[in-house]
């Protein structure tokens, strides 16, 4: 069974930094995709940036330049660099991933259990 554990997550002042964390755990032959998303009360939920396992990244417009995604694929760990934080950046942020299944050789997405921002004005 594979698990995605996040961490780093609390509350911020605008303009502060946050740096969240995104373990894998489990029998995991390979991972494709990690991202992260995002989902603020009453909204759907939003990718924030994504990064391919050779590294390309994605951004959503509004935290290009402010925030970075990074990941160690020797630790099947993703991470989000976050800074100059907004208070419209709060949310709670979900990690994902396409883990291969040793199984079939499929990837199959997973999910983190979620991780509060709360940016304070």
């Known amino acids: 069974q594979v698990q995605l554990v996040e961490s780093g997550g609390g509350l911020v002042q605008a303009g502060g930094s946050l740096r969240l964390s995104c373990a894998a755990s489990?029998?995991?032959?390979?991972?494709?995709?990690m991202g992260w998303y995002r989902q603020a009360p009453g909204k759907q939920r939003e990718l924030v940036a994504a990064?391919?396992?050779?590294?390309?990244?994605n951004y959503a417009d509004s935290v290009k330049g402010r925030f970075t995604i990074s990941r160690d694929n020797a630790k099947n760990t993703v991470y989000l660099q976050m800074n100059s934080l907004k208070p419209e950046d709060t949310a709670v942020y979900y990690c994902?991933?396409?883990?291969?299944?040793?199984?079939?050789?499929?990837?199959?997405?997973?999910w983190g259990q979620g991780t509060q921002v709360t940016v304070s004005s």
């Open positions: 994902n991933a396409d883990v291969q299944s040793w199984v079939s050789r499929d990837y199959i997405p997973y």
């Open positions: 489990g029998i995991i032959p390979r991972i494709g995709n």
């Open positions: 990064i391919t396992s050779g590294g390309v990244t």
